[in-house]
């Protein structure tokens, strides 16, 4: 059955699919941040996942970025989101180009915003379990907004 | 030897006397009389275990301890009854501020639990099947090399530091420990990636030299801290992000994404400890902002230097006749770099109106 994205039902999948896997996500280690999803389009959407210790906890649609306390925030259009998980689909694991620490970097296709700079060094602190987190859309069936 | 013991137990009777009364079962039990605090801890999360924090509690927990330490000067753990007669360790740092920051603790569970073993992580297969040019590997051989060494001076600073601070101190202390085991183990990675591209390791350089000199000569604790926490894993952190998103190769994807995470644990230790440090002493700002500035710009002389300069573009540009045209997108980089160093020093209460990082970049976009 295909999962809509954006929608908080996909980011839900990605949690129980992380929790369902401990061994691999143990192998990563603690991974403690709160982290937005921004998804720019017609009409944009913001997601807050809190991760704690070794599980996303929380997953919840946002109306504003002042409603959770956010280390970072990837923002980036709805194309690019689709282009990046297409491109996990294909392996398992995104092609160079379309990494988060690609994308993140400097050409700003993806931006990492954060008020601190704590928050952003979180992002790479935790990035590859992030990375891990996102790469388990490739077992799925995305119906794209 | 610079120490010698206060008896001479060996030649001393009573010590051999009390030994054959104990192997007769005459044991001496009286240490077990201890006034001291008893407490349960147990772990706040089960899959995470038993944490520093969860022992940080009474007087055992890193919450008493007090700005000036004045109380211990020998190897007692903190919270051991500590008897008449324990030496003198000699530690000169005693101050709790020097090297506090209340991130430490949880930072070394953190290295704990996120330990990758690159020995075996690395996919190094993807190496012997590399798909770019010999150029784009001698310019990622360059920065690996470079790698190789600031790793190394990452982990100098805590083990110069280390043994000098009083045992108190013990979580910090210990975080210092996996700083040093992250540390080697970047420095072992980037040096085996450079070696197994087939090109070999690159060539040391002065301006690199210099800055590493700057770092590790740096006069005190804090002044260390902040330029090689700050600066110097910050500049490792972009140097990292920038082969991760350059080289195609799964080797190097790796080494970027766990290279990274390893760095940056450094730099939110040395934020949370300039934060700690300039809330009880905030005098101190000037002249931490001042040294931060000079190691600055021996950073300025080493992202100027043609060997450097040279090296990002060609990883930029991924090939020796496009790398001219890479200009633009290095000095993108620096500007990113600059901005996240601004960032940085602002929210650890050292920013500067006279960073020679900031001008460098400046001029250079302009």
Same mark, same amino acid.
């Given at each position: 059955m295909a999962i809509k994205f954006p929608s908080v039902d996909f980011f839900q999948e990605l949690a129980r699919r992380m929790a369902a896997d401990p061994a691999g996500f143990e192998k990563l280690g603690f991974c403690d941040t709160v982290m937005g999803v921004k998804v720019e389009g017609d009409s944009s959407h913001l997601y807050a996942l809190t991760f704690d210790v070794f599980e996303c906890s929380d997953v919840r649609e946002l109306a504003?970025?002042?409603d959770a306390e956010l280390d970072f925030t990837l923002e980036a259009p709805l194309e690019l989101w689709r282009e990046m998980f297409e491109s996990i689909k294909k392996t398992g694991h995104p092609e160079p180009a379309y990494s988060l620490n690609s994308l993140s970097?400097?050409?700003?296709?993806m931006r990492v915003v954060y008020d601190e700079p704590e928050g952003h060094d979180a992002f790479y602190r935790f990035m590859a379990t992030i990375q891990a987190f996102v790469d388990q859309s490739a077992e799925l069936e995305i119906e794209w907004a | 030897m610079a120490y010698y013991a206060r008896d001479d137990f060996f030649n001393n009777p009573e010590i051999l006397a009390r030994s054959v009364e104990i192997l007769k079962g005459?044991?001496? +039990?009286?240490?077990?009389d201890l006034d001291i605090e008893r407490v349960k801890c147990r772990p706040s999360n089960a899959r995470r275990g038993l944490t520093f924090a969860d022992t940080n509690? @009474? %007087?055992?927990?890193?919450?008493?301890?007090?700005?000036?330490?004045?109380?211990n000067y020998s190897m007692? $753990?903190? @919270?051991a009854v500590q008897p008449p007669g324990? $030496?003198?360790? @000699?530690?000169?740092?005693?101050?709790?501020?020097e090297v506090w920051a209340d991130c430490a603790p949880a930072l070394y569970e953190e290295s704990k639990a996120r330990h990758w073993i690159p020995t075996r992580e690395?996919?190094?297969d993807a190496v012997e099947e590399i798909a770019h040019s010999d150029e784009l590997e001698r310019g990622l051989a360059q920065l690996y090399t470079d790698l190789t060494s600031m790793a190394t001076a990452l982990g100098d600073i805590p083990s110069k530091w280390v043994w000098r601070i009083?045992?108190? +101190?013990l979580e910090l202390k210990m975080f210092q420990c996996t700083q040093m085991f992250d540390a080697a183990q970047l420095a072992d990675v980037s040096r085996k990636r450079a070696i197994a591209g087939g090109t070999g390791l690159g060539r040391d350089h002065a301006p690199l030299g210099e800055l590493l000199k700057c770092v590790l000569d740096s006069g005190s604790f804090p002044c260390a801290s902040a330029s090689a926490h700050i600066l110097l894993a910050g500049l490792m952190q972009i140097v990292l992000r920038h082969i991760g998103a350059c080289s195609p190769n799964p080797a190097d994807q790796t080494i970027a994404r766990f290279g990274v995470q390893d760095v940056s644990r450094s730099t939110a230790y040395g934020i949370g400890h300039m934060q700690y440090l300039l809330k009880e002493r905030p005098h101190e700002a000037p002249s931490l902002t001042g040294h931060l500035d000079e190691v600055e710009n021996a950073l300025v002389g080493y992202l100027a230097s043609p060997m450097f300069f040279s090296a990002i573009a060609l990883v930029t540009a991924g090939q020796r006749d496009k790398a001219p045209d890479a200009a633009p997108q290095v000095i993108a980089l620096y500007r990113r770099f600059a901005d996240e160093q601004r960032e940085r020093r602002r929210s650890a209460g050292i @920013? %500067?109106? %006279?960073s020679p990082l900031e001008a460098f970049v400046s001029e250079l976009e302009s």
């Amino acid at each position: 059955m295909a999962i809509k994205f954006p929608s908080v039902d996909f980011f839900q999948e990605l949690a129980r699919r992380m929790a369902a896997d401990p061994a691999g996500f143990e192998k990563l280690g603690f991974c403690d941040t709160v982290m937005g999803v921004k998804v720019e389009g017609d009409s944009s959407h913001l997601y807050a996942l809190t991760f704690d210790v070794f599980e996303c906890s929380d997953v919840r649609e946002l109306a504003s970025p002042g409603d959770a306390e956010l280390d970072f925030t990837l923002e980036a259009p709805l194309e690019l989101w689709r282009e990046m998980f297409e491109s996990i689909k294909k392996t398992g694991h995104p092609e160079p180009a379309y990494s988060l620490n690609s994308l993140s970097h400097v050409g700003d296709r993806m931006r990492v915003v954060y008020d601190e700079p704590e928050g952003h060094d979180a992002f790479y602190r935790f990035m590859a379990t992030i990375q891990a987190f996102v790469d388990q859309s490739a077992e799925l069936e995305i119906e794209w907004a | 030897m610079a120490y010698y013991a206060r008896d001479d137990f060996f030649n001393n009777p009573e010590i051999l006397a009390r030994s054959v009364e104990i192997l007769k079962g005459n044991l001496t +039990l009286d240490w077990r009389d201890l006034d001291i605090e008893r407490v349960k801890c147990r772990p706040s999360n089960a899959r995470r275990g038993l944490t520093f924090a969860d022992t940080n509690v @009474g %007087s055992y927990g890193w919450d008493q301890i007090p700005e000036k330490i004045r109380h211990n000067y020998s190897m007692a $753990p903190r @919270g051991a009854v500590q008897p008449p007669g324990l $030496p003198h360790l @000699g530690y000169d740092i005693n101050r709790k501020s020097e090297v506090w920051a209340d991130c430490a603790p949880a930072l070394y569970e953190e290295s704990k639990a996120r330990h990758w073993i690159p020995t075996r992580e690395v996919p190094w297969d993807a190496v012997e099947e590399i798909a770019h040019s010999d150029e784009l590997e001698r310019g990622l051989a360059q920065l690996y090399t470079d790698l190789t060494s600031m790793a190394t001076a990452l982990g100098d600073i805590p083990s110069k530091w280390v043994w000098r601070i009083n045992q108190e +101190l013990l979580e910090l202390k210990m975080f210092q420990c996996t700083q040093m085991f992250d540390a080697a183990q970047l420095a072992d990675v980037s040096r085996k990636r450079a070696i197994a591209g087939g090109t070999g390791l690159g060539r040391d350089h002065a301006p690199l030299g210099e800055l590493l000199k700057c770092v590790l000569d740096s006069g005190s604790f804090p002044c260390a801290s902040a330029s090689a926490h700050i600066l110097l894993a910050g500049l490792m952190q972009i140097v990292l992000r920038h082969i991760g998103a350059c080289s195609p190769n799964p080797a190097d994807q790796t080494i970027a994404r766990f290279g990274v995470q390893d760095v940056s644990r450094s730099t939110a230790y040395g934020i949370g400890h300039m934060q700690y440090l300039l809330k009880e002493r905030p005098h101190e700002a000037p002249s931490l902002t001042g040294h931060l500035d000079e190691v600055e710009n021996a950073l300025v002389g080493y992202l100027a230097s043609p060997m450097f300069f040279s090296a990002i573009a060609l990883v930029t540009a991924g090939q020796r006749d496009k790398a001219p045209d890479a200009a633009p997108q290095v000095i993108a980089l620096y500007r990113r770099f600059a901005d996240e160093q601004r960032e940085r020093r602002r929210s650890a209460g050292i @920013g %500067s109106d %006279s960073s020679p990082l900031e001008a460098f970049v400046s001029e250079l976009e302009s």
